[in-house]
């Protein structure tokens, strides 16, 4: 066992030497997706999300010419980026979401959002399904009020659970296949013995799929948070987050992807709630050709070879287990 992980180690220390000779055209390729912030605000304060204790970005909601200006870039290309509107915050508190959808996916987009599902009411359900929403993660922190409300602070369980069931009432009566639909619960030792009554749940209102993701103490929090919040952690050790035992020296986020803040700045990676390098601002030059400059594909490169602070500790970049998905029903 020990060998093996040294060879993987000699592997990953190999390819970060290798690294420094990766063609600067492979930064120069359009982003596979675009994570694009509504907004940065939200309406919970679950414990260990880096939105409502860490981030010290100023906050606020994206203009509708902005993003319709990032799409518009795209209307020429033929393997369009697929737009997730969701990083920081809850994008169900912007007014227009419906409109951001409606306008990427009528543009040749495939379009995704994950929400906490507190706002998502059966108009603005039927609103959504109409605008051609592509899949949506919706989120249910177990089967019982004591398992959700233990990490969605300022949650309501039935409310939730509520919302969910009408979103698919209304898939169904709009006679839809889209969009894909995922339940995503975070295994917690609050939910971790619920994982059979959400599956039926979920299958019984025609979900297609679950996502039972890890839960991680953080990327940003301190050591004294991540022993206060430990009692979140799941007793099973299978659904605990494997961190890497070797060191993996490479990051693909900066490579293939791309961020772009609410107020138009860009972001490294996913998770870069704050800053984790200055980069510019997307309004002078716009996306594409702000994304391919040598200022930004030098970041992006090093981001690559994971030389910030942030991706030394990042808890997903360094993760061998992020969770499981289960499909119900097939798209």
């Not at 093996?4 to 063609?23: E, M, V």
């Not at 022993?227 to 099973?236: A, G, V």
Request: proline residues 3%; glycine residues 6%.
């Amino acid at each position: 066992m020990l060998n093996k992980l040294k060879k993987h180690q000699i592997f990953w220390d190999t390819a970060l030497k290798l690294s420094g000779f990766y063609p600067r055209s492979g930064f120069k390729k359009l982003p596979k997706t675009i994570n694009i912030e509504l907004t940065n605000m939200c309406n919970l304060r679950c414990p260990v999300c880096p939105t409502h204790f860490a981030m010290t970005r100023e906050r606020g909601f994206m203009d509708f010419e902005l993003f319709k200006s990032i799409i518009d870039e795209f209307k020429n290309v033929n393997l369009k980026p697929g737009i997730i509107m969701i990083f920081a915050g809850e994008p169900l508190l912007h007014k227009n979401v419906d409109k951001f959808v409606e306008y990427a996916a009528k543009n040749g987009h495939s379009t995704f959002i994950s929400t906490n599902a507190t706002l998502l009411s059966k108009d603005l359900s039927i609103r959504l399904i109409r605008a051609g929403l592509s899949s949506v993660h919706l989120c249910l922190e177990g089967m019982t009020k004591e398992s959700h409300e233990a990490y969605r602070v300022g949650s309501q369980f039935e409310l939730v659970k509520k919302n969910i069931e009408d979103f698919m009432s209304a898939k169904k009566e709009l006679n839809q296949n889209k969009p894909s639909v995922t339940i995503q619960t975070l295994l917690t030792s609050f939910s971790e013995n619920e994982i059979d009554k959400l599956i039926e749940w979920a299958k019984n209102i025609g979900a297609n799929k679950i996502n039972l993701k890890t839960l991680s103490l953080g990327s940003y929090t301190t050591k004294e948070m991540k022993e206060k919040y430990s009692y979140l952690l799941p007793n099973k050790n299978e659904f605990r987050r494997k961190i890497s035992t070797i060191n993996k020296t490479l990051c693909a986020m900066p490579l293939r992807d791309a961020v772009v803040y609410w107020n138009g700045e860009l972001g490294l990676c996913c998770v870069a709630f704050n800053k984790a390098a200055a980069l510019p601002n997307i309004k002078e030059k716009g996306f594409i050709k702000t994304f391919l400059s040598e200022e930004v594909i030098g970041m992006r490169k090093l981001g690559f070879q994971k030389k910030f602070d942030l991706c030394r500790r990042c808890s997903i970049g360094n993760a061998d287990f992020m969770g499981m998905n289960i499909t119900l029903w097939k798209d």
